[in-house]
């Protein structure tokens, strides 16, 4: 049997618009790697599973990378480790959108991104 949905709607996460500044760090363990630098990117909405960002530097899918959150809302921050798990063009010149899936985040992490999942749209 073929499945009818759509690539869009195989996301099992809830997901909220969310714009916060973030940080990626590459986390490779390829010996000859250049040294991993921190690059700033805006994150553009958010869910348990992973985030979306836009950013100047193009990473290959599949790259693991440590992103910290920062946002108003969360003064703690945020701070999970995920892969790439798409890449598409960004409207702006020399930009692209990351869709970076979460593999290892903590409670409190989580708990952080739940409080935004529920926040009431309206007082954005």
């Known amino acids: ?6 690539e869009d709607e195989r996301r099992c996460s809830e997901r909220r618009s ?8 590459p ?8 040294m991993p630098s921190i690059q700033a990117v805006i994150a553009r909405d958010i869910s348990e599973g992973g985030l979306q960002v836009r950013s100047d530097r193009l990473f ?22 995920g892969s790439v798990a798409w890449i598409s063009p960004a409207p702006s010149n020399n930009q692209w959108c990351l869709g970076i899936e979460f593999s290892d985040i903590g409670d409190m992490a989580l708990t952080s ?8 749209p309206d007082s954005d």
């Open 60 to 81: 290959a899918i599949r790259s693991r990378l440590l992103v910290e959150m920062e946002a108003v809302e969360v003064p703690e921050g945020i701070q999970a480790v």
């Open 1 to 6: 049997m073929i499945s009818e949905t759509t």
């Open 27 to 34: 986390l490779s363990l390829e010996p000859r790697a250049p």
């Open 113 to 120: 991104i739940r409080n935004i999942l529920r926040r009431d």
């Open 18 to 25: 969310w714009e916060c500044h973030a940080r990626l760090f």
